[in-house]
């Protein structure tokens, strides 16, 4: 019996534990890589979506700078007795009015009577042909290198 236990004790202590605490190398580099990979899916993600945001913001503000400019315009063209353009100047003759539309091209603004009326615009014209009023307007150009237009052509009433 004595050499029993004198056999179970050197059996007991003779088995020891591994040291289980912490990770081995292998483990650190896989797990380094797959939370690389994620990150850069993540990161590239949000960077796609940033620029996509980004774009459609120009996108929309021209629009909406070339939606006031045309619908000013044309509002004004279709109530006026006269279209006259001098230079640069688009000046439209109403029976209660003369309304002056101009392009500032350093600023890219479009000017109604000298006062601000809308940004973002790279080109603005009018030329008149007999009762017939066309008008250009084209916007800057977005992040990637699109812009919108607008052209029209307006017949004037006869009389007023």
Same mark, same amino acid.
């Given at each position: 019996?004595?050499?029993?236990?004198?056999?179970?004790? +050197?059996? !007991? #202590?003779?088995?020891?534990?591994?040291?289980?605490?912490?990770?081995? &190398?292998?483990?650190?580099?896989?797990?380094?890589?797959?939370?690389?990979?994620?990150?850069?899916?993540?990161? @590239?993600?949000?960077?796609? =979506?940033? *620029?996509?945001?980004?774009? *459609?913001?120009?996108?929309? /503000?021209? +629009?909406?700078?070339?939606?006031?400019?045309?619908?000013?315009?044309?509002?004004?063209?279709?109530?006026?007795? /006269?279209?006259?353009?001098?230079?640069?100047? !688009?000046?439209?003759?109403?029976?209660? /009015?003369?309304?002056?539309?101009?392009?500032?091209?350093?600023?890219?603004? %479009?000017? &109604?009577?000298?006062?601000?009326? /809308? *940004?973002?615009?790279? @080109?603005?014209? #009018? =030329? %008149?042909?007999?009762?017939?009023?066309?008008? +250009?307007? =084209?916007?800057?150009?977005?992040?990637?290198?699109?812009?919108?237009?607008?052209?029209?052509?307006?017949? &004037?009433?006869?009389? *007023?």
């Amino acid at each position: 019996m004595m050499f029993l236990r004198h056999r179970l004790k +050197q059996s !007991c #202590c003779s088995i020891k534990m591994k040291n289980t605490k912490g990770f081995t &190398l292998i483990e650190l580099i896989v797990v380094l890589t797959v939370t690389t990979i994620l990150l850069g899916t993540v990161i @590239s993600v949000l960077l796609l =979506s940033i *620029d996509m945001y980004k774009t *459609d913001e120009t996108k929309s /503000a021209n +629009q909406d700078s070339l939606n006031i400019v045309s619908t000013s315009i044309e509002t004004n063209i279709r109530r006026a007795s /006269a279209v006259n353009v001098v230079g640069t100047e !688009c000046q439209v003759v109403t029976s209660t /009015a003369t309304n002056i539309y101009d392009l500032d091209s350093t600023t890219k603004t %479009v000017s &109604l009577n000298g006062a601000f009326l /809308a *940004d973002r615009i790279e @080109s603005f014209s #009018c =030329s %008149v042909s007999g009762n017939t009023v066309s008008v +250009q307007i =084209s916007t800057i150009n977005d992040r990637q290198g699109s812009h919108q237009s607008y052209n029209t052509a307006i017949v &004037l009433r006869k009389g *007023d």
